[in-house]
């Protein structure tokens, strides 16, 4: 019953920004962490920017400086704020969440279903 929904992608010139959002529901006790990935044609899904419970962040080296991450822990949510986006940020961007399930009891990783990213002019 636990489900990511992503809303915010599109396509968008280089130079230009987007805001990814993804909100967790269903039966979750706690969030330990949220982030998020993507996956470029032929590529392997990578990390890009993820948030631990606390405060604390890592970014891949690719987006230090042009992507910040945020959550609003109040409506478990996580962004995703891109700005001065390259041709080469153009990828399926994919929200993850490691949470424990209310059902259960237990931890586990969850995925959103990806939302495209094109940046093309």
């Known amino acids: 019953q636990v489900q990511l929904v992503e809303s915010g992608g599109g396509l968008v010139q280089p130079g230009g920004s987007l805001r990814l959002s993804c909100a967790a529901s269903?039966?979750?006790?706690?969030?330990?962490?949220m982030g998020w990935y993507r996956q470029a044609p032929g590529k392997v899904r990578e990390l890009v920017a993820f948030s631990i419970s606390g405060g604390s962040t890592n970014y891949a080296d690719s987006v230090k400086g042009r992507f910040t991450i945020s959550r609003d822990n109040a409506k478990n949510t996580v962004y995703l704020q891109m700005n001065s986006l390259k041709p080469e940020d153009t990828a399926v961007y994919y929200c993850?969440?490691?949470?424990?399930?209310?059902?259960?009891?237990?931890?586990?990783?969850?995925w959103g279903q990806g939302t495209q990213v094109t940046v093309s002019s």
């Open positions: 269903g039966s979750i006790f706690s969030i330990n962490a």
């Open positions: 993850n969440a490691n949470l424990r399930a209310a059902a259960t009891g237990y931890n586990g990783n969850y």
